[in-house]
């Protein structure tokens, strides 16, 4: 298995863990260099988003990926975490709403869990 496709599956659960909602994969690898996947998730509230940054960094770190920038921190709308290979975006419904990065990254491919897990 891949640095990357590992690096998402560690995040992924650690999304689970805290009910993160909708959570999404795509994978970007043939759309950009910047990364190779980005996982999209929400919370209902502040907290909960706060919450499940905190994990996703807390088993990223236990599984020895450190995170490079975390940006939006505090306020519970966006968070975004850099971890090179993926990055990882925590928003609030509102803003996933408005930002709408599924849409954006349309090129990309969205991975369902069946594929995953397959990988």
């Not at 990926?65 to 966006?78: A, D, T």
Request: negative net charge; charged residues 30%.
């Amino acid at each position: 298995m891949s640095r990357s496709l590992d690096m998402v599956k560690v995040a992924k659960k650690a999304l689970e863990d805290k009910k993160a909602q909708d959570i999404k994969v795509i994978d970007i690898r043939d759309v950009t260099v910047i990364a190779d996947y980005f996982l999209i998730a929400d919370g209902s509230n502040p907290n909960q988003v706060q919450a499940m940054v905190d994990n996703v960094e807390e088993m990223l770190a236990k599984a020895g990926y450190e995170c490079r920038q975390i940006e939006g921190s505090g306020n519970g709308g966006w968070v975004l975490m850099d971890y090179g290979d993926i990055i990882v975006h925590a928003f609030s419904k509102e803003d996933r709403l408005f930002y709408d990065l599924e849409r954006i990254w349309r090129d990309g491919k969205l991975l369902g869990n069946d594929e995953l897990e397959s990988m």
